[in-house]
């Protein structure tokens, strides 16, 4: 039995006390800043195990002092401090002695300037299969570690510890010289480089070309990226296409992986270039050396004398590609299928093209003393590659390999972009534990997804897959039990070969990498059983991304892609028009057709959120190029889903590039086509009394039908955006007006329902304006179950209005969803129904626009009137409207009966009437507070309507009695001009409170004065 001693309670309950008033208090410091802590998990990127039944992944392998790269958001508020990147620490949980070598780059300002985006480039271990957690931190003391580069005068020399690579500034070859452990593997100045045999039979190479620039893309203690670009040169000075190469360098490795681009998109040649092969060739000091060659099984082996080599070449195969019917056997890079493996011409091994060689490396050995292993990463997805040794040490990979059955031919404005591997070593290195590492590496996701929602640092919001799971099961809808529901969805991986954007399928709306990048970041360690699939989902958008990156951006290597047509005049036809692809010199040989992405499917918009996450320099400069296309469409694209992806990859830019020409495109075009008001039968626009958006394609067709996921998401969202990077007043006053028109249109007039049964309400896939609809829509055949991606709409809705039948509406359509029938499972995992869900689930933390009371009191002068209410709690904005009719929150449409509850001739929708541009600042809450509208039409009657933004949910308070106005001092109300709205924080989705707090100083003041007094009390009592 326990005794408690008096003596010990007198003397402990001081230190209890105590130790309770730590918990409360919040000692701030200037050295740490726990609002920037972010914890991660580190985890193996995998795929499905194709051999084993189930979804299984492959088997992994255990990592020392692997690299990994993730960016971390901070958060934007004006009271986050400055940071000094050197004063960055990264700790892994539960071992806190153990810190991890660790560098930042700051990838991402606010436009306060404050960071946004920071990537943490780290070493760390982890087990096959696992996964670790691992949290960074801001700490006081600066560390100063050694970089890994020196710039030189004729060379870079990159010191990893373990190996020393020089890399030629003049003559670039790719490695001048490669010493590892103290041994000399690649000998100054003796490899070739990069090697282009053209159609003639002419070699060009890297180490020709006398104007490279080879310079350090990044250097720190972790990574070092050593950048060239130049082009492919023969003996005589002559140029066949470009290149550009990105060598990593990281810290204790003596692996370097090497990203080579394949570049036709310069002025110089306006052209389809066709060449015979082209190859990455390292000359190694090896002789008479033993070799190894992955097969698709495992690995063929053998020995190779001074004259002899090796060589592999992986054809068409089976794993899972994406290409268009049109991409037929006539443009096909080879028409060789499966794979073989020669000795001097003699064949090794084979296999059909059901056997695709995974793990495509070989490897040179000289005897136990050194080795060099060489690899494609995903090389079968990309195929044709090959691999090629020599017995006198030449290594060779091949990107456009040799023995071919045909010529090669790159389509003008693209690039092609392949991984490599080159792996140095003193003594006999595991070939095939190497390659793993470098096809499957460590990645890194944030083991909290909402942190992103918290910090806004992308557009659209997060529920992740267990918030999904959880909100599934708290509503009874699907959870485990159907083929698509949260636990059975995987990731698939899929090599991009070609896609024709304009298939059809309702998918081709949506940019599928930025849904797989979505899938891994949404991700939860909480829910294991997918936990596992994250690192699929990386590879699946990684693939996708990089045939945007080179195939789907029309890239202008050398000159400004909106005005090509000016600075490339062969890029233009006699009719001054420019010319098709196929009409220029090899279109032949190509496909041409939707090559770039289709006007009304510009799903390029996910690149900058690859870029943030991986810091991938390409992918920015790809992104920038499409940017640049994007500026030539201004006059372009008069469809609805055309305008509407025009206007949302412009905001998009502009947040990315801080570019204000793509703000300036996307109003002007705004101003220009959808904010006129729209006549039936003549002209585009938006219908003011309804609220709807007509194309200019569809103003002079009777039907007017209009696809809805138009009305209802991507033109709203678009519209969204636009809103949030605006720093003009009116411009966000118009551009509110347009989505609360919409989302009335779509939730009020358009919305069908038969009963809360999935199947029984929703939308038809075209939304006809101008005819009443079926009796029962359920009949039609393009009914669909009425499931329609209109989230973004109820959304908006609610955020405009806090009006809870938008998200009551919008659940419903979440639920459809949840009930998918087999082959549409992706509607659940589009961002749009993520962000709806996250704000169904967390209401409190939206800053909503609703109804404030109204007291209207004419003024003496004519034409003036004072407006009086009283001020919400936390309100930080209004928005004023009047109009001479009677302003209502809609008219009421009927689509049956094509009638309206209110006369048009007398009344008035709110986001139709007049915005009133200089509203007066919100004073306290619960205060009153007046403003005065002048020089308005004295011959005239007017009403007036007014909403309050606020994060407050309850509801707003009554009108002001006139005795409370009497007593109000100096309450003209006149407010001034209130032109910009503040700092402008771009892709915020959120409306939010975001960094809103409330000080907690009065209640530590409080808590304790409680604890000094029951302190006293209870010495007093047991003294």
Not at 294 to 310: F, Q, Y
Not at 417 to 434: I, Q
Not at 469 to 481: I, L, M
Not at 800 to 818: D, H, I, P, R, Y
Request: glycine letters at 8%; hydrophobic letters at 35%; proline letters at 5%.
């Amino acid at each position: 039995m326990l005794h408690w001693n008096k003596s010990w309670i007198r003397q402990g309950c001081w230190v209890w006390f105590f130790c309770l008033g730590l918990l409360f208090l919040r000692i701030p410091s200037a050295e740490a800043h726990p609002s920037i802590i972010v914890y991660l998990t580190l985890m193996e990127a995998l795929e499905e195990d194709k051999g084993k039944p189930g979804y299984q992944l492959i088997q992994g392998l255990d990592r020392t002092q692997e690299p990994f790269s993730i960016a971390v958001p901070i958060p934007g508020d004006d009271d986050t401090p400055e940071f000094e990147l050197n004063r960055f620490v990264l700790l892994i949980e539960g071992n806190t002695s153990k810190e991890p070598l660790v560098q930042f780059r700051l990838l991402k300002r606010w436009p306060n300037t404050r960071f946004r985006w920071l990537l943490v480039d780290g070493l760390s271990d982890l087990k096959a299969n696992a996964t670790d957690t691992l949290h960074y931190v801001y700490t006081g003391s600066a560390r100063d570690l050694k970089k890994l580069a020196t710039d030189g005068q004729d060379t870079i020399t990159v010191d990893t510890g373990p190996a020393q690579f020089e890399i030629s500034k003049t003559k670039f070859n790719l490695f001048h010289k490669v010493t590892v452990d103290g041994v000399t593997i690649v000998e100054s100045g003796a490899s070739p480089g990069v090697v282009l045999t053209g159609s003639d039979d002419v070699v060009y190479s890297s180490k020709n070309d006398t104007k490279v620039s080879v310079t350090v893309e990044e250097n720190g203690p972790v990574k070092a990226v050593v950048l060239a670009k130049g082009s492919h040169v023969s003996s005589e000075g002559k140029d066949n296409l470009d290149f550009t190469v990105r060598m990593f360098f990281y810290k204790g490795k003596r692996r370097v992986r090497v990203f080579y681009s394949l570049r036709n998109a310069s002025k110089r040649r306006v052209e389809h270039v066709s060449f015979k092969s082209l190859e990455l060739q390292v000359k190694s000091n090896l002789k008479n050396s033993n070799f190894v060659v992955r097969n698709h099984e495992d690995e063929s082996k053998g020995t190779l004398k001074d004259t002899e080599k090796v060589d592999v070449f992986q054809g068409n195969n089976n794993l899972n590609s994406i290409q268009d019917p049109a991409f037929t056997q006539e443009v096909w890079p080879t028409g060789i299928e499966g794979y073989t493996i020669k000795q001097d011409g003699n064949e090794l091994k084979k296999g059909s093209r059901e056997q695709p060689i995974n793990l495509m490396y070989a490897q040179l050995v000289e005897g136990q003393d050194k080795s060099l292993t060489i690899g494609t990463r995903f090389g079968a997805g990309w195929w044709p590659q090959g691999l090629g040794l020599n017995g006198d040490g030449l290594v060779r990979v091949g990107v456009f390999p040799v023995n071919n059955d045909k010529e090669y031919t790159i389509r003008y404005r693209s690039h092609t972009t392949r991984e490599h591997v080159f792996h140095f070593a003193k003594g006999v290195s595991n070939a095939r534990d190497e390659f793993f590492k470098f096809q499957y590496p460590l990645v890194a996701r944030h083991k909290d997804s909402d942190v992103i929602n918290k910090r806004h640092a992308l557009w659209e919001r997060f529920a992740s897959h267990i918030q999904e799971w959880d909100y599934y099961q708290r509503n009874k809808w699907p959870v485990d039990d159907n083929p698509n529901a949260t636990l059975n969805r995987r990731p698939d991986l899929e090599f991009v070969r070609y896609v024709d954007w304009s298939l059809p399928g309702l998918f081709r709306n949506y940019d599928p990498a930025k849904i797989a990048l979505h899938n891994f970041l949404r991700q939860d360690n909480r829910l294991q059983k997918l936990e596992k699939f994250a690192g699929g989902y990386y590879l699946m958008a990684e693939q996708r991304f990089q045939y945007y990156a080179d195939k789907a951006i029309p890239h202008s290597d050398d000159f400004d892609g909106s005005k090509a047509l000016e600075e490339v005049p062969a890029l233009k036809g006699e009719d001054g028009l420019p010319l098709n692809l196929s009409q220029l010199p090899g279109g032949n040989k190509v496909v041409t057709a939707n090559v770039f992405f289709h006007p009304n499917h510009l799903h390029g918009y996910g690149l900058s959120s690859w870029y943030y996450l991986t810091g991938d320099e390409r992918i920015r400069k790809a992104y920038e190029a499409w940017g640049e296309h994007m500026k030539s469409q201004a006059d372009k694209n008069n469809s609805g889903l055309g305008l509407a992806w025009n206007l949302f990859n412009w905001a998009y830019l502009f947040d990315f590039t801080d570019d204000k020409d793509f703000r300036t495109l996307a109003m002007q075009a705004v101003e220009k086509m959808v904010l006129p008001v729209s006549e039936p039968g003549k002209t585009g626009g938006t219908d003011w009394q309804r609220g709807f958006f007509v194309p200019k394609d569809q103003a002079d067709r009777e039907d007017r039908q209009i696809p809805t996921v138009v009305l209802g998401a991507i033109l709203p969202n678009a519209l969204g955006l636009l809103e949030q990077i605006s720093t003009v007043h009116q411009d966000q006053d118009k551009l509110r007006s347009l989505q609360l028109g919409l989302a009335r249109f779509m939730a009020e007039e358009q919305w069908t329902q038969y009963s809360d049964k999935p199947g029984e309400y929703g939308y038809l896939p075209l939304t006809a304006v101008d005819k009443a609809p079926a009796e029962d829509l359920r009949k039609s055949p393009d009914w669909q179950g009425g499931i329609q991606d209109v989230y973004m709409n109820f959304y908006f809705g609610y955020l405009l209005t806090g009006e809870a039948s938008f998200l009551e509406k919008g659940k419903l359509l979440m639920k459809a969803a949840a009930h998918n029938p087999a082959g549409v499972n992706w509607y659940q995992d589009l961002p749009s129904r993520q962000t709806l869900q996250n704000m169904l689930e967390n209401k409190e933390e939206f800053q909503v626009w609703r109804t404030l009371p109204l007291r209207v009191e004419k003024g003496s002068k004519p034409g003036s009137y004072t407006l009086h209410w009283t001020v919400p709690d936390f309100t930080v904005k209004y928005w004023l409207k009047y109009h001479t009719k009677t302003i209502v929150p809609s008219l009421g449409f009927d689509k049956a009966t094509r009638k309206y509850k209110f006369d048009p001739t007398t009344h008035v929708p709110f986001f139709a009437a007049t915005d009133v541009v200089n509203e007066p600042e919100p004073k306290k809450g619960g205060e009153a507070q007046s403003f005065t509208l002048q020089d308005l039409d004295p011959s005239k009657e007017y009403t007036f309507s007014v909403k309050y933004l606020s994060v407050d949910s309850s509801p707003p308070p009554k009108p002001p009695s006139a005795e409370s106005v009497a007593n109000e001092p100096n309450s003209s109300g006149d407010g001034g001009d209130n032109g910009d709205s503040g700092p402008e924080i771009p892709g915020i989705i959120n409306y939010g409170c975001g960094g809103c707090s409330t000080q907690g100083g009065g209640s530590l003041i409080w808590f304790w004065l409680v604890v000094l007094f029951l302190g006293m009390g209870l010495r007093k009592r047991m003294g």
